[in-house]
């Protein structure tokens, strides 16, 4: 078994960093949607974006923990992710 991985390390600080920003970009395209009045054809001025990035980065967060939680425990309860064989692996035995 290779111990390899597919993509390098950073690869999971960059999305998150990709992911943070688009949450930022959504939050600012909705304060300029709600200065903008839907009758008039002026554009009034922008209101200040509401600091809600972090709250719904938390959101967004703590779902994708309890998705990985569901998901160890199905694996874990099926017997299928493999860690149950970790404690029969003779070390010795391996190389041989």
Same mark, same amino acid.
């Given at each position: 078994?290779?111990?390899?991985?597919?993509?390098?390390?950073?690869?999971?600080?960059?999305?998150?960093?990709? =992911?943070?920003?688009?949450?930022?970009?959504?939050?600012?395209?909705?304060?300029?949607?709600?200065?903008?009045?839907?009758?008039?054809?002026?554009?009034?001025?922008?209101?200040?974006?509401?600091?809600?990035?972090?709250?719904?980065?938390?959101?967004?967060?703590?779902?994708?923990?309890?998705?990985?939680?569901?998901?160890?425990?199905?694996?874990?309860? =099926?017997?299928?992710?493999?860690?149950?064989? =970790?404690?029969?692996?003779?070390?010795?035995?391996?190389?041989?």
């Amino acid at each position: 078994m290779k111990t390899e991985f597919r993509f390098p390390r950073a690869t999971v600080a960059l999305m998150t960093i990709i =992911l943070a920003a688009v949450i930022m970009t959504i939050e600012k395209a909705k304060a300029i949607s709600a200065s903008v009045p839907h009758t008039s054809q002026t554009v009034g001025p922008i209101q200040p974006e509401r600091f809600t990035t972090v709250s719904t980065f938390l959101v967004v967060l703590v779902g994708a923990c309890a998705a990985g939680a569901i998901g160890w425990a199905i694996l874990f309860a =099926l017997h299928r992710s493999g860690s149950q064989r =970790l404690s029969e692996i003779n070390p010795q035995r391996a190389g041989n």
